[in-house]
């Protein structure tokens, strides 16, 4: 809270100590106070919640923690402050480039400047040099609050600048920082000065319009990262090195595994039958287990009356998301955005007693939503999905076991992937509908369920839905980044518009619970992030196609296609390649597409019955082992049946060959 002008505020320290100081007492001397060390350590403060500079004074009390390299939250600093590098360096090599924002963003920071010509990759070396000049000559960050005239004169040349400082409230604080010659009109915080700044890489620019407003002026945006250490930033710029090798979008046409097609439409996926096996082992393997799990299947139409989405509320609160309504014999109908209010329907077609609950619908649904154009990426953002999405109906008193069956679920589909996951629980927001007790009720059942399970999860205070409180899972792929996972949602506003009821015990009508629940969620984001956590490489039990027999010369096509109707014969997808190309050039095209399993054939091999296997995942210097026609085709088969990952036999997968 903002203290009175003039009153003291009074400082929490992290050890529970209280400190009472001035206002206006500047940040910089209580950390002084507290620790010379401290403050050579000391990037910037935490007062109340709100990070700030050193150099900026104190209005307000509170807790007070110093932020030094080790809090993630200094990281902002340290990257905004890289901005304000940058530009110091740009203005120093041209001196008319105007400037506008420069933020920090997730993993590092941008500058905005209008030139007259773009820049080019050389200019960008010139000004990363320019910045590690700057930087050693450790130019303290220099705050001064200033009045509107002073301002203005200040940024004579800066039209960008004159625009921000006239939205600025007459009663706000002009605070402007220098560092060397660079001043720039700021609200900070900032690290102490720039030898601070010394991790850092200019990564590249892009146009971008002033205030991301088309009809505004373009201008030269340059992204660069910053981060504490060395190592830090390697392993940055190798996991984006990874990230590139990994790109769905890339491997995606590489492997033949999907496309887009303009004429169809922007957002919309073609998959290719190497993309299609994927997915239908998929879904195989989800329909198994879920019918395993006590669901039925449903399926409900793609197109349905606007009328429903009006009771389902969905004109309403989700509009925008829509595709747009077509007309028959005079009615709205639209694409489906979501797969519940077909559900239940279904489940409103008869009268349900207590004795039918939990009920249980499961569809792979495709759901169209609008997004717009620039925010489509591959198969992770698109404008058509199927979700493999589900629809629990049951008593409140069965919430709790149905959330750690659904919890039971996600585990076991998750591992089978090779995700390690970690769990959000999102709680009441500001316009939640229905009662606090039920929504505190239905939280507590959520964290209860977690708890049974020592199930460890972060706290999202009051990211839940206005309809419910949610879990989220967040998978964490081969190089560590985080993607959206399965969600389990609370839902108290449906029930309530569609009036569901079952009979009770009682023989009175009662309203159900609902519990949305998705595990892959879109089956485009899905394997989209499948081909960038294998890059490319799927497990056998996925992989478009297993084995690849290749005979090495032309008399030995008998043996080789034998041993291949034997493979295909055994439930395996192979190919034969006997074309008249050289072995190397044939095997180069099978690691290509990576194909796990190569059986080369040779006339040894022919005459004793046995392939030498080649395996994707050892490279390319391995040795070829020789194994009989039979161990072969078990082998694979074996691998599939386990879903064991690669290179893992004993993998995650192989809990379900009990199955
Ligand atoms: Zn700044
Ligand atoms: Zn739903």
Redesign the pocket.
Known sequence: MIDPPNSDHELTLPDGSTRLVPAGTLPRDVVASIGAGLLRAAIAVEVDGQVQDLITPLRRGGTFRVLTEKDPKALDVLRHSAAHLLATAVRRLRPRAKIGFGPAIDEGFYYDFEVEEPFTPDDLAQFEAEMRKAAQEKFPFVRAEVNRAQAEKLFVDDPLKLERLAELGDDEVISVYTDGPFVDLCRGPHVPDTSRIKHFKLMHTASAYWRGDEHRQQLQRIYGTAWFSTAELDAYLHRLEEAKRRDHRTLGKELDLYSVDQRVGAGLILWHPRGAVIRNEIETFERDLILRHGYELVYTPHVMSERLFEISGHLENFRESMFGAMEVEGAAYRPKP???PG?ICIYQAHQRSYRDLPIRYAEFGTVYRYERSGVLHGMLRVRGFTQD?A?VFCTPEQVDVEVGRLLDLVDEMLRVFGYPYTVELSTRPANAMGSPEVWAAAERALARVLAQRAQAYDIDAGGGAFYGPKLDFKLIDAIGRKWQGPTV?L?FNLPERFGLEYIGADNAPHRPVML?RVLVGSMERFVGGLIEHYAGAFPLWLAPEQLRVIPITDELREPAASIAARAKAGGLRMSLDDRAQTLNYRIAEAERLKTPYMAIIGKREAVAGTVALREHRLGREQKPQVIPVDELIDRLTREVQTRALPGTLAGAGQRDAAD
């Open positions: 979501m797969n519940c559900h999405d629809h949602q839902d949305h």
